[in-house]
């Protein structure tokens, strides 16, 4: 072990002073147990995110398109990669322990992957609201994270964030010029997603947060969430989109949109239950899991692991 | 057959086995046995997507149409199912990564030689797609070989392996069978000689790589003329485009 | 499975860097998985693979000490406050 607290105070101090923790700092048990499952969340939601566009992948229209449908679902994979590896340093899980308890349904991952895509608009609004509030979030930790290996790899995931956020506008932009059917569809796909990736960033953060207080977040929630409202509610009308908000309204005075009230009660339902898809794309990477098994245990064997 | 029409069956045959090898592999995303080899093996596939579209670009241009991304789509989705030029070895859709694996390892060790074969084409764009996609190859060839290499010497990976080995293996000279009209590209320097040359070869390099004869299993149930001059699908094709068109035949006025 | 440290470098820019880790059996299917893993987008042309229980760590308070040795720190500054005063009087 390399630097040790003898207090909690003293710990929190050295936060506050902006310290970095690594992984092989004595940290205190609350925050290296805050720490990882805040990454083992990101990594299994980065991970469901790209079964979630796997389902679409196979009939992207057009070779080149899916080409960078590809590029991008595999940075998925990678960013799951980067976080697992990183996770598995805290000593808390292994990554195989991480990737069994995901397969199991008994871990958590960010509600807008219990859904399933069911047209193609909504791979289109997956890789555009969604995305973009990944990284929305993903930006506002990485500014003042405190611990040192997930603030490193968060800046090649945001970097990589970045591509898929113009390809997820480009795609979106072809539709808005599209013909009324693409239009539609994409109208529909908004319908379905704009809720569930609005709550993405979750209720309004408690005051008592300790993500906050230990710097492994640096925003609130809803400032994170108003963010994302402020600046693609203009983009998606703009693209000539009806954003799906009965209670949507232009405050003159603050220069600034509002969405109107919150239905939490899905996400509530979600985290809590499942959502509509989860059970059937958990089963499915669950069963690839145990078939696939034979090539782990060969490439394991004689490696004493 | 035209001079122009020999090399262009020539061609689309080199590209719909790289547009459905790529699409094979592809598939795997998400689902590969661990999470490097996920990057690894849809990096390949990528690859092979990429001489499928430049592949496409050289037909539409021997074709006088402008290669726009539309015309190379409407060339790799848009023909009916007896216009494809693809080997079954690269329609056959499997859920066993044995067989994937096996068939990768084949399928780039046929690919390095048919791309030497074009690397001096009298096409001078096929010579310089031949150039990036060797490039390209090494990196293919080295992933397959380091994975067998470590899965060959594990008693039950190696069954599973060569148990894969046996379901491929029918359909190697399928690969190896030329589209019409190969002669004639051959005689005007488009490529430097026979497909059908390169069965040998590979071959013997499958019974060195996995060290046993699979002479025997080649002539199994999927001869070489079952596939007419690569005119005929298999079983797998036609579910497989279905889905893959599935959103172009959403619209057919739609640009994506 | 053995897990590999990463590092990487662009030509002409920089040392190499440590990029992150992977799992693999041996050291040829690391250095064939490391490419896609982190090069992808050719962010390095080199790049190294080193097995994490190979590499050689020095404890921190062995190393911490040097953190205090100011004399290997000149800063100059008489020297600079002069050339300061003498700029200013030429003024």
Not at chain 1, 194 to 222: C, T, V, Y
Not at chain 2, 25 to 39: C, N, Q, R, Y
Request: with cysteine; charged share 30%; net charge negative.
């Amino acid at each position: 072990m390399a630097r040790s607290w003898a207090t909690m105070e003293d710990f929190e101090a050295f936060l506050d002073g902006g310290g970095l923790v690594e992984a092989d700092d004595a940290m205190p048990d609350a925050y290296r147990q805050a720490v990882f499952a805040f990454i083992e969340m990101h990594a299994n939601s980065e991970l469901m995110g790209a079964l979630t566009e796997r389902d679409w992948i196979p009939k992207t229209p057009g070779l080149r398109h899916k080409m960078a449908v590809l590029a991008k679902t595999q940075d998925e994979i990678g960013h799951g990669h980067l976080l697992y590896m990183v996770a598995a340093d805290l000593g808390v899980k292994t990554r195989t322990q991480m990737l069994e308890d995901l397969f199991a349904g008994r871990s958590r991952f960010h509600n807008v992957f219990h859904y399933r895509a069911v047209t193609w608009g909504d791979q289109v609004a997956i890789a555009f609201l969604v995305d973009a509030a990944a990284l929305i979030s993903q930006q506002a930790v990485f500014k003042n994270c405190s611990y040192g290996p997930y603030k490193r790899i968060l800046r090649r995931i945001i970097a990589e964030e970045g591509f898929h956020m113009r390809l997820g506008e480009d795609r979106m932009m072809r539709i808005a010029e599209g013909t009324a059917r693409q239009r539609q569809m994409f109208q529909e796909s908004l319908d379905r997603w704009f809720w569930p990736a609005l709550q993405l960033f979750g209720p309004d953060s408690k005051p008592d947060d300790m993500l906050l207080r230990w710097h492994i977040k640096s925003e609130r929630n809803e400032a994170l969430r108003d963010r994302w409202v402020q600046r693609f509610v203009p983009m998606l009308q703009g693209y000539g989109f009806t954003v799906p908000a009965p209670g949507l309204r232009w405050d003159d005075e603050a220069r600034r949109w509002d969405v109107g009230p919150i239905d939490w009660a899905p996400l509530r339902r979600t985290l809590a239950q499942g959502g509509p898809d989860s059970a059937r794309r958990i089963g499915e990477a669950a069963d690839n899991w145990r078939r696939t098994a034979w090539v782990r245990t060969a490439l394991s064997d004689g490696n004493g692991s | 057959m035209s001079e122009q029409g020999a090399i262009r069956e020539f061609l689309l045959a080199f590209a719909d086995d790289e547009h459905l090898m790529g699409q094979q592999h592809t598939e795997w995303i998400g689902v590969a046995p661990f999470l490097e080899e996920d990057l690894a093996f849809s990096s390949i596939g990528q690859d092979e997507l990429g001489h499928a579209a430049m592949l496409y670009e050289l037909v539409l241009e021997l074709d006088g149409i402008e290669p726009t991304d539309t015309a190379v789509d409407l060339l790799a989705f848009g023909r009916p199912s007896h216009a494809y030029r693809c080997c079954h070895l690269v329609e056959y859709v499997t859920e066993d990564w044995a067989e994937a694996l096996v068939r990768h390892w084949i399928y780039d060790a046929f690919e390095e030689k048919r791309w030497h074969l074009v690397a001096g084409s009298s096409v001078p764009k096929l010579a310089a797609i031949a150039g990036k996609a060797l490039q390209e190859e090494a990196f293919h060839r080295r992933h397959a070989d380091a994975l067998l290499d470590k899965l060959l010497e594990a008693p039950q990976a190696r069954k599973r392996i060569l148990d894969a080995l046996e379901a491929v293996a029918p359909m190697v000279p399928g690969l190896c069978e030329a589209a019409a009209g190969e002669a004639r590209a051959v005689a005007e320097g488009a490529t430097a000689g026979a497909t059908a040359d390169l069965l040998e070869p590979l071959v013997r390099a499958i019974d060195e790589r996995f060290g046993r004869s699979t002479a025997a299993g080649l002539t199994a149930d999927d001869p070489a003329d079952g596939q007419a001059r690569r005119t005929r699908r298999s079983g797998s094709f036609e579910p497989l485009m279905a889905r893959m068109r599935e959103v172009l035949d959403f619209d057919p006025e739609a640009v994506w | 499975m053995h897990v590999y440290e990463v590092f990487v470098k662009k030509d002409g820019r920089d040392e190499f860097r440590h990029a992150g880790a992977l799992e693999a059996a041996n050291d040829e299917l690391a250095v064939v998985l490391a490419r896609e893993a982190y090069l992808r987008r050719a962010e390095g042309d080199r790049l190294w693979v080193v097995r994490r229980d190979h590499v050689v760590a020095a404890a921190d308070d062995f190393v911490g000490p040097n953190a205090d040795k100011p004399h290997r720190h000149h800063d100059g500054a008489a020297v600079a406050a002069r050339r300061k005063a003498s700029r200013q009087s030429q003024q």
